[in-house]
């Protein structure tokens, strides 16, 4: 299995409940290594932009809300299987249907202020990973 980068973010419901610490502890625990990390604040076009892809969704409006409403930390993890595994350790989208152990699980609000992101494929990871990272950011 090649080792993998894919990007990660700690949401802003996590970030005001103090839960980086213990967030970033299941990521490395489950043998992801945070290879760059740094707390932003992003403006509210900064999040349309990084959603671009739900822009007809109907919840749109409030996850660019909800994701300019406060700091969040953005991440690059690296691993065997890296995407997939951090897929894994976050748990589904809506905390209710996640399962038992995952970061969603124990810590997830609701659907939509759910604590993390992940990439959920090599094409994403790239674009995700470079829209908030330059190259000489990311330490291997
Ligand atoms: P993510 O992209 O954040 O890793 O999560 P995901 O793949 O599990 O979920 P996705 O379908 O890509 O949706 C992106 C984010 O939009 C919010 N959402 N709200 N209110 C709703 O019904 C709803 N559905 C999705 C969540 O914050 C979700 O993570
Ligand atoms: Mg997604």
């Known amino acids: 299995m090649a ?6 973010m700690i949401k802003p419901d ?17 043998g992801l290594r945070v290879v760059a990390q740094k707390r932003i604040w992003m403006s509210r076009r900064e999040a349309e932009g990084f959603y671009a892809v739900h822009k007809e969704r109907p919840f749109f409006d409030e996850l660019c ?6 700091p969040t930390v953005v991440q690059v993890l ?5 995407i997939a ?8 989208t809506n905390p209710a249907e996640a399962a038992d152990g995952t970061i969603r699980k124990d810590f997830a609000e609701s659907i ?4 993390v992101h992940g990439s959920d494929g090599p094409d994403t990871a790239k674009e995700e990973i470079s829209y908030f990272f330059a190259a000489t950011e990311i330490v291997g």
Do not use: H, P, Q, W
């Open 3 to 8: 080792i993998e980068r894919t990007f990660s």
């Open 14 to 30: 996590a970030t005001k409940r103090n839960l980086t610490g213990k967030i970033v502890d299941r990521l490395e625990s489950a």
């Open 65 to 70: 809300e909800f994701m300019s409403s406060g």
């Open 78 to 82: 690296e691993g065997e299987n890296a």
């Open 85 to 92: 595994k951090n897929r894994e350790v976050m748990g589904a």
């Open 112 to 115: 939509g202020e759910n604590s």
